[in-house]
């Protein structure tokens, strides 16, 4: 299903003994669109810390009241590696973290599309002669939901509008859509681009570059939910791009 992430922002999450906090954004893979992790804030039971949270445990979604099911206790998130002390999130942060939680990482996955195998950052410093230099940190391609939220649009005949919010696919937890409304529509007036139809993303410049023309994504199909089938073929159709669900 699509989701809008506006609706799961502030939902709860529930594990096997009490609710750890509430979602505050998502990290992200700039580079696949595939959200990492959740952010979530754990509330008085934990001094208002912060932890991540991977989607691969999240067990159901109850809209009704606003919570999601996830496969962990409170005393496993307690004991897990503080996020605070590690920002922005690095590789060495991660490789913790799944260790923790005997979790398989994302990235030693051969198809799961990052590009890269398992980080050399598992050797120490001390393993390297003086003459030589150790690595660099491997680039994680982790960005920020609330990062990302207000960057322009630039279309290549000007600027039109901001990213307002993602739309998630709950199945396999990529980013399908970014939600646009160019400024001089109405409030309720949104469009959607799909993150392969952008040229990239400028993080200096705050700006998502588009080789489109403006109007191209002006006259797009009206955005509401809930998102059917029949207005992504129109919306492709529009773009005249090909479907996602049909790539093999």
């Given at each position: 299903?699509?989701?809008?992430?506006?609706?799961?922002?502030?939902?709860?999450?529930?594990?096997?003994?009490?609710?750890?906090?509430?979602?505050?954004?998502?990290?992200?893979?700039?580079?696949?669109?595939?959200?990492?992790?959740?952010?979530?804030?754990?509330?008085?039971?934990?001094?208002?810390?912060?932890?991540?949270?991977?989607?691969?445990?999240?067990?159901?979604?109850?809209?009704?009241?606003?919570?999601?099911?996830?496969?962990?206790?409170?005393?496993?998130?307690?004991?897990?590696?503080p996020v605070e002390a590690d920002k922005p999130v690095s590789r060495q942060y991660e490789e913790q973290m799944y260790k923790y939680y005997g979790?398989?990482?994302?990235?030693?996955?051969?198809?799961?599309?990052?590009?890269?195998?398992?980080?050399?950052?598992?050797?120490?410093?001390?393993?390297?002669?003086?003459?030589?230099?150790?690595?660099?940190?491997?680039?994680?391609?982790?960005?920020?939901?609330?990062?990302?939220?207000?960057?322009?649009?630039?279309?290549?005949?000007?600027?039109?509008?901001?990213?307002?919010?993602?739309?998630?696919?709950?199945?396999?937890?990529?980013?399908?859509?970014?939600?646009?409304?160019?400024?001089?529509?109405?409030?309720?007036?949104?469009?959607?681009?799909?993150?392969?139809?952008?040229?990239?993303?400028?993080?200096?410049?705050?700006?998502?570059?588009?080789?489109?023309?403006?109007?191209?994504?002006?006259?797009?199909?009206?955005?509401?939910?809930?998102?059917?089938?029949?207005?992504?073929?129109?919306?492709?159709?529009?773009?005249?791009?090909?479907?996602?669900?049909?790539?093999r």
């Amino acid at each position: 299903m699509l989701r809008n992430f506006q609706n799961l922002h502030g939902c709860s999450l529930a594990a096997s003994d009490g609710e750890i906090g509430k979602v505050q954004e998502i990290y992200f893979d700039d580079q696949h669109w595939k959200v990492r992790y959740f952010v979530v804030t754990t509330g008085s039971w934990l001094t208002g810390r912060e932890v991540l949270i991977a989607p691969s445990v999240i067990e159901g979604i109850d809209e009704t009241h606003r919570s999601l099911a996830v496969h962990l206790s409170q005393e496993e998130v307690r004991h897990s590696p503080p996020v605070e002390a590690d920002k922005p999130v690095s590789r060495q942060y991660e490789e913790q973290m799944y260790k923790y939680y005997g979790w398989d990482p994302y990235w030693s996955i051969a198809d799961s599309g990052i590009g890269f195998g398992i980080s050399p950052m598992g050797v120490g410093a001390a393993a390297y002669p003086e003459n030589i230099t150790p690595p660099p940190p491997i680039t994680t391609h982790l960005r920020s939901s609330d990062e990302l939220k207000g960057y322009r649009i630039h279309a290549n005949d000007g600027e039109l509008g901001k990213v307002e919010d993602f739309i998630i696919d709950d199945k396999t937890w990529h980013i399908r859509y970014l939600v646009i409304r160019p400024g001089h529509w109405p409030t309720q007036r949104h469009v959607l681009l799909a993150p392969e139809w952008i040229e990239g993303v400028s993080y200096e410049g705050a700006e998502v570059v588009v080789n489109l023309p403006s109007s191209r994504i002006e006259d797009a199909p009206e955005f509401n939910l809930p998102i059917t089938r029949e207005y992504e073929d129109r919306l492709h159709a529009h773009y005249e791009r090909p479907a996602y669900w049909l790539r093999r």
